[in-house]
């Protein structure tokens, strides 16, 4: 085809995508909808011009539309890959890896339940293989991520359950591609009875060969562009070479699914780039990704849409049975996931309540778009597979898209409305309601002090006046017509706002530089889950998520085991110093919080909330300290050496916002604005680095610090300080239980735990022991012992113990004065090889 006509088409092409998102605005239809539908009107168009007797005028241009060269690897290489990769970008990945267990299972099963469901039931009304119905199983049962995505932002969904969605739509393209290719092989083998034991056990490769080219490919690709830290426009060129590259490395190459490595280039690039570029540069990429990828969508619907009315050409009447077969088993499927398999995982506990009015939502929304018809093109384009066998799988894939798009498309905004999602929750209306009139007093303030200060003309003035009185006293009247919101409900409002100041609060620190790149997103991610958390369970939930923010996640006791039991201090020593900084700046976004409480808080929903919350947000300051605390006493140097990079960070921050106010007032030229900018990056950059924490020299210096172990010789010490095992625990973390077999003597580093024994309750701080008097005398545990606070323990097993008993008097004292108070005899406590000092 000409360059020129190519051009003038593509062109045409974004102009038609311009006038589509406003024409679905107007019409209140999906984006997508509309798309297909001026697609499907071209391709026709096209076609009935070409074939016409009444002009001859628009041949060339119908022909020119009609020999487009729109192959299925031009969706599968060109725009798939970009499509993937911008939606893993845009993913809050720390959250969702949350609810990785829903979003596997609802993507994997959900895919092999609407293949099977589709395959059989055409087996059944049809005289077509197994093979080939599978196939077309294979083809329909996936659907179409930004479909999905946008019914859920069209009616303010739960972001939790947004997450699940939008993770399960996008995997299970994965998973449909790698089915097709697997029903592929048998039909293009003719092979009538497949044996599909052996057929699955190329999934593996599939799977774990893509993952592992993805990371790779993004690995290389982050390191090239932290070589180009100055050069943005390097970075993202890279970026958009890296799905390209991942995705034909794992098709051609190593043989695995090109879907899931973009899947996990997309990844890595999301969860590691955070850490390793600057934000303004992510803020960039993701931005240009964006537009790529909205240019992507829309092309691959008008594009697919084109081909509609040529795939639909030689349809039959009883074609169209088999339409409606495919529908209802797809339909069929899609229920059992959402009405089966969803309560199923929520009773399990792995997925969070989803209400019937979103399930039926969902059901309807499951549209089926470009990735369906490009693999249907697929199939109708290979040499391989028999005539009649392209016929049917063009026109039933064809037509089930059509199904979803015209029927499901164009009504699903009804549905919405029928189901009442479109509408505010009462708590939600009383809180507009609420803003609304305090934003309107405060606007009027504001005004009045305008018109003072431009001495407007008084009429003016006084007829505006009137307009706006009127308009604030309608305000008030209607949030005073919803004074009964509960009080409940006014806390888990105002705690949702706090939640979200904080975390504006974050980005605040992020845009200025003062929070490491690494910590950003995790941070973040607490902030979503104080959201997410404050929203669905009010003080509770808040309550929770805020104390999941100072606990010890299972990376980090990963950690303490690699380094207890293998001796691998890195991890450990990495996460430490990790959470070091994450508390240090939690404090003090905390800090700002006050202010806004005060300031609006207060004002909307009245003191007594105000109060309340003011009091919750003590008591996570208190918490943060608790640990803060602990952890200073465990590494003091370090401690110190933290601060001093937050004060390194925030003077580069406010040199740099000077430098700017000066150059933008014209007190300094561009070469000497230049130059001082590059002075404050090389500085920066030095800031970025972390002290590095010595984890043995830490231990030993804690170890030295204990009175218990005073007067010991430097060899004995050195060999305990080898010999104890760290150990932390968060509140309320059972340390051991009555009757548990004795064998180690715990020592507290920092924190404090309480003891239960024969109903009397003793609290242990810093610097004491406890444990010891079960191995002393040989009898099972007598008492149950709790962590408090954030606690770090060190354990010494008995052996050692008893070793450590006949060197240490003070030891030995603190055993005697131990089981003193307890009234039991020091010879019953000390063996005969240690007696007491």
Avoid at 115 to 139: F, K, N
Avoid at 201 to 211: E, K, S, T, Y
Wanted: net charge positive; with cysteine; proline share 4%.
């Amino acid at each position: 085809m000409d360059i020129v006509v190519l051009t003038t088409i593509t062109a045409c092409l974004f102009v038609v995508i311009a006038a589509a998102e406003p024409l679905a605005a107007r019409l209140r239809l999906p984006y997508a909808v509309i798309l297909a539908g001026l697609g499907m009107m071209i391709g026709a168009g096209a076609i009935f011009f070409l074939r016409t007797d009444l002009t001859d005028a628009l041949n060339p241009v119908a022909e020119a539309i009609l020999n487009l060269p729109i192959r299925s690897n031009v969706f599968l290489y060109v725009f798939l890959p970009m499509l993937l990769f911008q939606v893993t970008l845009g993913m809050n990945l720390r959250r969702m890896l949350d609810d990785w267990v829903p979003i596997l299972m609802l993507a994997v099963v959900a895919v092999v339940v609407a293949t099977l469901s589709v395959g059989y039931v055409l087996a059944w009304v049809s005289p077509w293989p197994i093979t080939v119905c599978l196939l077309i199983g294979a083809i329909v049962s996936t659907t179409d991520p930004s479909a999905v995505v946008g019914i859920f932002r069209s009616i303010s969904a739960p972001r939790r359950l947004a997450r699940i969605i939008e993770g399960e739509s996008l995997l299970n393209d994965a998973a449909a591609i790698a089915l097709f290719g697997l029903f592929m092989s048998f039909v293009m083998d003719n092979v009538p009875d497949p044996a599909f034991s052996s057929a699955l056990g190329r999934f593996p490769m599939l799977i774990a060969g893509g993952a592992v080219t993805g990371w790779v490919c993004a690995r290389v690709a982050i390191w090239a562009m932290t070589l180009f830290q100055r050069f943005e426009l390097a970075q993202i060129s890279l970026s958009v070479a890296l799905p390209y590259l991942a995705y034909i490395l794992a098709e051609r190459s190593v043989g695995a699914s090109g879907v899931i490595a973009v899947v996990a280039a997309g990844l890595t690039l999301n969860l590691m780039g955070p850490g390793r570029l600057a934000p303004s540069a992510m803020t960039n990429l993701r931005e240009v990704w964006d537009l790529l990828a909205h240019w992507a969508g829309a092309l691959i619907f008008v594009l697919a849409a084109l081909l509609i009315p040529r795939l639909m050409e030689e349809v039959r009447l009883d074609d169209l049975g088999l339409v409606a077969a495919v529908a209802l088993a797809a339909i069929a499927a899609r229920v059992v996931i959402l009405f089966g398999l969803l309560p199923l995982l929520t009773l399990l506990r792995l997925s969070p309540m989803v209400e019937r009015p979103y399930r039926v939502a969902i059901l309807w929304g499951g549209l089926r778009g470009a990735v369906t018809l490009a693999l249907a093109l697929a199939v109708t384009e290979s040499v391989h597979v028999p005539v009649e066998v392209k016929r049917v799988v063009g026109i039933l894939a064809t037509g089930f898209t059509l199904f979803t798009l015209l029927v499901q498309g164009t009504t699903l905004r009804a549905v919405i409305r029928l189901l009442g999602l479109d509408r505010l929750s009462p708590i939600d209306r009383a809180l507009s309601n609420q803003v609304v009139a305090v934003a309107l007093q405060t606007v009027r303030e504001d005004v009045a002090r305008t018109t003072e200060t431009y001495d407007l003309s008084h009429d003016i003035v006084r007829s505006e006046a009137k307009r706006f009185g009127e308009r604030l006293d309608e305000a008030v009247k209607a949030a005073d017509a919803d004074a009964e919101i509960l009080d409940r409900d006014r806390v888990t409002l105002g705690l949702v706002a706090l939640a979200g100041a904080e975390r504006d609060g974050i980005l605040n620190r992020i845009r200025d530089r003062t929070i490491p790149l690494g910590l950003a997103e995790r941070m973040l991610s607490n902030a979503d889950r104080l959201i997410e958390g404050a929203r669905t369970g009010g003080r509770s939930g808040y309550r929770t998520a805020s104390k999941a923010s100072t606990a010890y996640n299972s990376a980090f006791r990963l950690a303490v085991v690699l380094n207890n039991r293998l001796r691998i201090g890195g991890p450990l020593a990495r996460l430490t110093a990790d959470r070091f900084e994450d508390l240090l700046i939690q404090r003090l976004v905390l800090h700002d919080l006050g202010g806004f409480i005060e300031a609006r808080i207060r004002r909307i929903h009245g003191r007594r909330v105000a109060d309340l919350l003011q009091e919750l947000l003590e008591r996570r300051d208190e918490a943060l300290e608790t640990a803060l605390d602990g952890l200073r006493l465990q590494f003091p140097g370090y401690a110190e050496e933290l601060e001093r990079r937050f004060i390194r960070r925030t003077a580069l921050r406010l040199e740099e916002r000077e430098y700017r106010s000066l150059r933008e007032d014209g007190l300094i030229g561009a070469e000497l604005f230049a130059v001082l900018m590059q002075e404050i990056a090389r500085r920066r950059a030095a800031a970025e680095e972390r002290p590095r924490l010595d984890l043995a020299m830490s231990k030993a210096d804690l170890v030295r610090r204990f009175p218990l172990f005073a007067g010991l010789d430097e060899p004995v010490l050195r060999r305990l300080v080898r010999a104890l095992v760290t150990r932390h625990a968060d509140p309320g973390e059972v340390i051991f239980r009555k009757e548990m077999p004795a064998r180690s003597v715990f020592f507290i580093a920092s924190g404090a735990v309480e003891m239960e024994m024969a109903g009397q309750i003793a609290r242990l701080g810093r610097g004491e022991m406890f444990g010891q008097m079960a191995i002393l005398t040989r009898r099972p545990r007598r008492a149950e012992v709790r962590a408090i606070a954030p606690s770090t323990l060190l354990v010494l097993d008995e052996a050692r113990f008893r070793k450590l008993l006949s060197s240490s008097p003070a030891m030995r004292e603190a055993v005697l004065e131990s089981a003193a108070r307890r009234g039991m005899a020091p010879e019953k406590i000390l063996p005969a090889e240690a007696p007491a000092a």
